[in-house]
């Protein structure tokens, strides 16, 4: 397997542990708002310090560039995280996450046009195998819990999601480092989200005491550092789509620990949709080693 798809891998597993964090930050008095601010600001010093450890010329973005970070961190990263709350909050949990899963296609469809991808047999059947995994993880989505604003909470929430891969590919495209790209998507999405909520609250009570400031701080880490860190370094060796779909490992890792941690039962059909998107991602690798065999 390629190292850029193990990064990718890598990155999903690690967003797999989001729903693990946020309900241990929010039993320390953290707001799904403060989480945004918290988790993109965090790690806005992680990616400073990595490129001042790296190279100091990462800083530097032409201006006429600046349109690709605004769209990766104020139009994805911001964009994505308010929809998908706000998703949360007028549907089911199951339902918010189904929308959100709707990246994958969205990315392969602006993926064709935009960087010329092409749209395979393989491809397609990946997609699909992992959408319908999907769903089958997210569990049923219930009658008459989808109102017409939900609704368009959802599909913002997966758009948004599907453009950091579009944005971020772009300013990789136009010779950016990926930590480049990381590091201006977070400043520009805490700063974004701190205008909108207001940064204090949080700030305050992550230093209420070592305990809630080390749990921000781990958060910030395995949730969105180390994830972007190694999603975004993915895409300069892998086609937007492909690592869309397999990013979608995050759902099995998030079932996995809930099964794990929380206890919470997993149906049949909840077992089948892992196999389903695990499925996808073999699917996607044995199309690349064909490649690979060729050369």
């Given at each position: 397997?390629?190292?850029?798809?193990?990064?990718?891998?890598?990155?999903?597993?690690?967003?797999?542990?989001?729903?693990?964090?946020?309900?241990?930050?929010?039993?320390?008095?953290?707001?799904?708002?403060?989480?945004?601010?918290?988790?993109?600001?965090?790690?806005?010093?992680?990616?400073?310090?990595?490129?001042?450890?790296?190279?100091?010329?990462?800083?530097?973005?032409?201006?006429?560039?600046?349109?690709?970070?605004?769209?990766?961190?104020?139009?994805?990263?911001?964009?994505?995280?308010?929809?998908?709350?706000?998703?949360?909050?007028?549907?089911?949990?199951?339902?918010?996450?189904?929308?959100?899963?709707?990246?994958?296609?969205?990315?392969?469809?602006?993926?064709?046009?935009?960087?010329?991808?092409?749209?395979?047999?393989?491809?397609?059947?990946?997609?699909?195998?992992?959408?319908?995994?999907?769903?089958?993880?997210s569990g049923p989505v219930g009658s008459g819990g989808i109102t017409a604003v939900g609704?368009?909470?959802?599909?913002?929430?997966?758009?948004?999601?599907?453009?950091?891969?579009?944005?971020?590919?772009?300013?990789?495209?136009?010779?950016?480092?990926?930590?480049?790209?990381?590091?201006?998507?977070?400043?520009?999405?805490?700063?974004?989200?701190?205008?909108?909520?207001?940064?204090?609250?949080?700030?305050?009570?992550?230093?209420?005491?070592?305990?809630?400031a080390g749990l921000c701080v781990l958060s910030a880490i395995f949730t969105c550092y180390?994830?972007?860190?190694?999603?975004?370094?993915?895409?300069?060796?892998?086609?937007?789509?492909?690592?869309?779909?397999?990013?979608?490992?995050?759902?099995?890792?998030?079932?996995?620990?809930?099964?794990?941690?929380?206890?919470?039962?997993?149906?049949?059909?909840?077992?089948?949709?892992?196999v389903l998107v695990l499925s996808a991602v073999v699917l996607l690798n044995v199309r690349?080693?064909?490649?690979?065999?060729?050369?």
């Amino acid at each position: 397997m390629k190292k850029h798809s193990v990064s990718i891998l890598a990155a999903g597993v690690l967003w797999g542990f989001m729903g693990l964090f946020r309900r241990y930050m929010a039993d320390i008095g953290v707001s799904t708002a403060g989480v945004i601010i918290l988790r993109c600001g965090v790690s806005t010093v992680f990616f400073a310090i990595t490129l001042l450890a790296t190279d100091t010329s990462y800083f530097r973005v032409k201006l006429r560039d600046a349109w690709c970070f605004i769209g990766s961190g104020l139009c994805s990263l911001l964009f994505f995280s308010y929809c998908y709350f706000q998703a949360m909050t007028l549907m089911s949990l199951s339902a918010a996450v189904i929308f959100l899963y709707t990246a994958p296609p969205i990315v392969m469809i602006m993926s064709v046009f935009i960087f010329h991808e092409k749209l395979t047999v393989k491809k397609i059947l990946a997609l699909l195998m992992a959408f319908a995994g999907c769903v089958l993880v997210s569990g049923p989505v219930g009658s008459g819990g989808i109102t017409a604003v939900g609704l368009l909470y959802g599909l913002g929430a997966g758009f948004g999601y599907a453009l950091y891969s579009i944005f971020a590919r772009l300013a990789l495209d136009r010779g950016y480092a990926s930590n480049t790209v990381n590091f201006y998507s977070c400043l520009l999405a805490a700063i974004g989200a701190s205008v909108i909520w207001g940064g204090a609250e949080p700030v305050r009570v992550m230093f209420a005491s070592w305990g809630n400031a080390g749990l921000c701080v781990l958060s910030a880490i395995f949730t969105c550092y180390l994830p972007y860190l190694l999603y975004t370094y993915g895409l300069t060796g892998l086609e937007a789509g492909k690592a869309s779909i397999m990013a979608s490992v995050e759902l099995v890792v998030a079932a996995v620990i809930g099964v794990s941690v929380f206890k919470e039962p997993i149906t049949p059909l909840a077992f089948i949709g892992i196999v389903l998107v695990l499925s996808a991602v073999v699917l996607l690798n044995v199309r690349n080693r064909e490649k690979a065999d060729k050369v």
